[in-house]
């Protein structure tokens, strides 16, 4: 039997891809970029655990393709989180390296410095260029000011080359460490180190009345935590966990009333992920619907879980499961990745640069704010067509250039890729050798 595609998920991964476009283009601009002492929009920021579960299930399901054969080639954990570790520099570093430099490149000519001192920005900037962001390192640099030493009107996110990269320095280095786990042991991790970790996570916030957020700073003692670190962990770690339980329901038989229930529980939890997402927290509606950020992320989870089993009407609904969300689908992290750069770009075609709106408060909000609104709703509009374009087409030019020349190894010379290429297809039938011998076991 055929499996059959979730489009649903690819629907969402496209969906929240815009949605953070949104957020940076009406409230990170404004505020710091222009230096509203008001945000144009503001959510509730907190429908984050879909993107980072979605994550954890495929690198989970991918694990799980590989851990027998991994086994019986008597791979060590540490040997196969590093493999991991490669597989995803490869797919997703070039995007990664490409919306960085095109960060830095827009950064330096919005902030009008001196083409001399763009070579000192870049290398003051190599922490993100290696993608260990999350970590904390990289938090600004003394080109622009530091975390905790901002230059005037700097804040994290806009002294870094590419803002929204802190998740993909999260694949990379939390992906890293929930693979070597799952690796080193998958009963142990799934059953006690991931569901114990998240909730003390959760609970420790929770308890603080602090949302997490990837720009935070959380101290132990002497030692500091950038919150965005242990955040990405945890939400893998749902992600994996998520995984197991669809992977022991998807076969099931479910019955016309248990069908029903789970349709109008998505219902609700769709109503939450669209609200929380698009709606204003601060225009009457969105007050209303007064929810905290651990019970969106705890909806969310529920939400994610359910398009990941794929067995309610509103999660096969036609408008989310139709086939022609798998090409967004696939750009969705293309989308993600580029958007910041072309931020800086719509903006200046636009005519922003310069634009001063620190005469905007609260007081004076609704006067003010709306003439200037409808031209960063244009900025939003337009660089959502204009990262969607470069997406594809990059997607397009990294599929079929960039990754075949990455796998011919172009660091070595022909001679030593041809001698690499001989010993993994040596491995390989060892490895189907290996499982062959196994199954008839």
Sequence with gaps: MKKEMNYTIEFYRFMLAINFCLVHALMVFPMFVFGSNVPFFYAGLDV???FMAFAGYFMMRGFVKQEKQAKLMNKSAGRQAWEYLKSRLISMGPTYLVASIAGWLMINIWNGNRLIDW???LLNSVWELFGLQITGAGFGNPSVGTAWYPAPGAWPPVQMLGSPLWFISGVFVAGFM??????ANKDRFLGFIAPVVTLIFYGSHYMAQEQPMWYQITSLGGLKIAQGWPEMFVGLSLGCLLYVAVDRLKD????KGMIGFLTVVQIIMTIVVWVRSWVPIFIP????FNLGWASVHLLTLIFTFLVLLNVDKCTRCKVFSSKIWATPGRMAMYFYMLHWPM?????MCLGMRGMDLSYITMDNMMETMMGVLPKFIMLFVFTTIASAIVAYFFMKFDKKKIQ???KSRPWYTREQAAIEDAEAEAE??????????????
Excluded at 178 to 183: F, I, S
Excluded at 252 to 255: A, E, G, I
Excluded at 285 to 288: D, L, S
Excluded at 428 to 441: F, G, H, N, T, Y
């Design 428 to 441: 390989r039938a060892r490895a189907k050798e290996l499982l062959a011998q196994a199954a008839d076991q």
């Design 285 to 288: 509606f969105g007050m209303y």
């Design 119 to 121: 070579p000192i920005h």
């Design 48 to 50: 984050i655990v879909p």
């Design 404 to 406: 075949p020349w990455l």
């Design 343 to 347: 931020l800086y770009i719509v903006a």
């Design 252 to 255: 099931k038989q479910w019955s």
């Design 178 to 183: 929930v693979y070597y786990l799952l690796a």
